[in-house]
Each structure stands twice: as structure tokens, then as C-alpha cells.
């Protein structure tokens, strides 16, 4: 299939956001094995047209579509002028959408959505702060610890734990996880330094102890803006309380969900690729 990108922003010599998404398109069209080209122009040649974007949308006399990314007024037109532009355009392109919410909204038939891509930035494994000391008795649950562990992506979490009488329980955790490295910085006595480090660098706070009095590492945490784990205090709001082991592997299995994994060029580029073929057909 040989497309050709309109791209409005490179006549203007703009090398804007619409620009960015021309080019990414045109890299991952051409990685599937498509003949892409990027112009400000249509080309009749082309099997597609696809216009960035649909406010200067030029008819091409192939199979054209326009990337609607959204109808909020501005200073060059109203959002009823940009609903009346599209439903015009309707007539000799396919609009396809950033979202569903957007289709839904324009009410206009023939309309498509593709979701929005993304670079693919990696992520950092979540940090998650632990301060406080273990005592003989249990009393600070660190089981429930140890438990954890063997639910999680180890790739995907990092532990600061500051604390006396760890070092035990690491040690035993790291016997039983050789194939999943624990990722742990661990300060066996406490300093003030380093626990201000900590509450500064840190996503949450994990409060595993199941006494009834309010544990100070969650005051400091709530301080300092950290997202507290922990079983549920009556005087401080705890983001995500747990009450058992359940419910605390569940906990964590949530907060690694990324919703957009899967919004690559190349994703973005094949759901195209799906319309455009339909269309050639």
C-alpha cells in the first residue's frame, strides 16, 4: 500500500506536534513494509491520503482521511464551525478520531478511532519506602513482606527500607528468590539524612504493622506526599488500605497496570492500516 501523509504543519515550516506524528507514522508504516511518503501536499498517486489535520483538509481525488484530534473553539474557529467543517468533510473523507468519547460526540457517521501513540518511554520501577524496626514478637508483620514477593515483578519495584533487625528477614527472602532479585537499599539504623532522602525520592510508603496506634513512617510519609500502603488508620486517609494478604498482592499488582502499554507507533500505525485497507477494498 503506498500512503502519503498531508502534512499541513510542514508548509508552514512548523515542525510542531503534527509533525511528529507524521514522521512516526511514516517510520513504523514503512517498518511494516508500506511505501510512505510525507508531504504538504496530496498526492494523487497515493492509495491513501491521510491529512494532518482535519482543519485544512484538501480533497486529494483518492481515498482520503483526516486525523480529528478535537473540536474545541479558538481563535480561528468556534467548535460549532469545526463540527459543521467536519461534518462536510465527511462527504469526500473518513475522519478518524483520538478517541471513542470524540466519535460519540460528532455523532457523524462513517467516522473511525485510533488511540493516540506514545514514544515508549521506559519505566522506572515504583519505589516503595519501608522505615520502621522489627521486633522479635512480629508485631510489625513483616511476613506479609515476604508473602508479597513472591507475587510481584521484582523488575518492576525498588525497596528503601530503613529499620533495625531487617536484615534477617532479607537474607532468607534472597535464599528463596535467586532467580528474582530483590532490588533493596537498606539502612539497618536510623538517619535523618537518609530518611529525608528517602521521603523525598520515594512513590509509597509500605506500613505492613498491625498495631492500633498510628506508626510515625506514616505521619512523615503523609507529609511528605507519598501514596501510603498500609492497613486502613482511623485519623489519616490511607490511599490504599489492605486488611489482609489478598488484598495487599492485589494492591500491588495494581499500582504496575499501565493502561496505555500497548499505544506504540507500530499499534497506531497497523489500526490505520485496518481502515485503510477496508477502504481500499
Not at 508504516?29 to 491520503?49: E, F, Q
Not at 513482606?145 to 531487617?166: S, Y
Request: proline share 4%; hydrophobic share 35%.
Amino acid at each position: 500500500m503506498k500512503v502519503n501523509i498531508v502534512n499541513y504543519e510542514q508548509g508552514l515550516g512548523i515542525n510542531g506536534i503534527l509533525t511528529k506524528y507524521a514522521k512516526e507514522m511514516q517510520r513504523a508504516l514503512i517498518d511494516l513494509g508500506h511505501l510512505c511518503t510525507v508531504s504538504h501536499l496530496p498526492d494523487k498517486d497515493a492509495d491513501i491520503n491521510h491529512h494532518i489535520n482535519y482543519i485544512s483538509y484538501k480533497p486529494s481525488g483518492t481515498i482520503d482521511t483526516t486525523m480529528i484530534t478535537h473540536v474545541t473553539g479558538d481563535k480561528s474557529k468556534t467548535e460549532k464551525q469545526k463540527i459543521d467543517l467536519i461534518k462536510k468533510q465527511s462527504k469526500t473523507a473518513i475522519g478518524i478520531c483520538f478517541s471513542q468519547k470524540m466519535k460519540d460526540r460528532l455523532g457523524i457517521d462513517n467516522l473511525k478511532v485510533v488511540l493516540p501513540a506514545h514514544d515508549s518511554i521506559p519505566r522506572r520501577p515504583r519505589i516503595v519506602a519501608i522505615a520502621t524496626n522489627l521486633y522479635p514478637d512480629g508485631r510489625k508483620r513483616e511476613d506479609m513482606f515476604m508473602k508479597l514477593f513472591k507475587t510481584i515483578d521484582p523488575e518492576k519495584f525498588a525497596f528503601r527500607i530503613v529499620g533495625e533487625g531487617w536484615k534477617k528477614t532479607l537474607d532468607a527472602l534472597a535464599k528463596k528468590s535467586e532467580k528474582k532479585k530483590i532490588r533493596v537499599q537498606y539502612l539497618p539504623y536510623f538517619r535523618a539524612d537518609f530518611y529525608q532522602e528517602l521521603l523525598d525520592t520515594s512513590d509509597y510508603l509500605l506500613y505492613t504493622g498491625g498495631e492500633d496506634a498510628l506508626a510515625q513512617s506514616i505521619i512523615d510519609a503523609k507529609q511528605a506526599g507519598l501514596r501510603i500502603i498500609a492497613p486502613p488508620q482511623e485519623d489519616i486517609e490511607v490511599e490504599y488500605p489492605f486488611k489482609d494478604q489478598k488484598e495487599l498482592n492485589y494492591i500491588f499488582s495494581q499500582i504496575t497496570e499501565n493502561p496505555v502499554e500497548e499505544w506504540t507507533w507500530e499499534n497506531y500505525a497497523k489500526a490505520h492500516l485496518d481502515i485503510w485497507k477496508k477502504l481500499c477494498k
